[in-house]
């Protein structure tokens, strides 16, 4: 069955550096997103992603985030200047038009 | 605004018995409805979705979902639970008539099953 890959599984960082986490989503979606789960709290939407541009995107994310499709597989989530509360489990997510929605396994930030 | 309510932070059933995952949503339009399971380190697995259709959605593993419009529901059931269920168990909604893909989450219920 296929899946969506997520690299690396476990990123720790220094508060205030950079992360990019990535994502290569099932090869025939069209719709790609990003969502948190910070440790024992609900997951949460951060942003949709659809014909090379954000098509929603939530109050979290802010102008520290950012998401680009580089090429024809990837599908990165750049946060800028990373802070302790940024500390969560990020997952990507794909789905086509009318379908389920798959999850990778997620990456964990640890933000120290 | 679409929202999900998982009441229960935590179930327990022993191994054998029937299990439910209770889940309310609340969507202006039609729901598209999921339940999704979590194990330890691992990322979002969905047995059961729900678009339209029967109210009784068949999913894998013998987990299966009963959809109630009028009590605005889609709780989890398992006719005989096994140790190997527990894990942490959300439940989601889309609002299909919002053009959002977005999906909403509920806060998670822990599903502990005991042999």
């Known amino acids: 069955e296929p899946e969506v890959t997520q690299t690396p599984s476990h990123q720790v960082t220094q508060m205030g550096q950079e992360v990019i986490l990535r994502c290569v989503p099932i090869?025939?979606?069209?719709?790609f997103y990003w969502y948190r789960q910070i440790l024992g709290q609900k997951v949460e939407f951060l942003v949709s992603?659809?014909?090379?541009?954000?098509?929603?995107k939530s109050e979290i994310f802010d102008d520290q985030f950012s998401v680009e499709r580089p090429d024809g597989s990837n599908f990165t989530l750049k946060i800028r200047s990373t802070k302790l509360e940024d500390s969560a489990m990020y997952f990507c997510?794909?789905?086509?038009?009318?379908?389920?929605?798959?999850f990778g396994s997620g990456t964990r930030l640890t933000v120290v | 605004a679409q929202s999900v309510a998982q009441p229960e932070d935590q179930v327990n059933v022993a191994e054998g018995n029937p299990l439910t995952v209770k889940c309310t949503y609340s969507?202006?339009?039609?729901?598209?409805l999921f339940w999704y399971v979590q194990y330890p380190n691992r990322g979002l697995q969905f047995p059961l979705k729900?678009?339209?259709?029967?109210?009784l959605v068949k999913g894998s593993y013998g987990f299966e979902a009963e959809f109630n419009k009028s009590q605005t529901s889609f709780h989890l059931k398992k006719p005989s639970a096994l140790v190997s269920d527990s894990a942490l168990y959300f439940c989601?909604?889309?609002?299909?008539?919002?053009?959002?893909?977005?999906?909403?989450f509920g806060s998670g219920t822990r599903l502990q099953v005991q042999p």
């Open positions: 997510a794909s789905n086509t038009q009318g379908g389920g929605y798959t």
């Open positions: 090869s025939n979606h069209l719709y």
């Open positions: 992603f659809y014909n090379n541009e954000i098509s929603e």
């Open positions: 969507v202006s339009g039609n729901p598209y």
């Open positions: 729900y678009i339209t259709g029967d109210n």
């Open positions: 989601a909604v889309r609002d299909m008539d919002t053009g959002r893909r977005a999906l909403t």
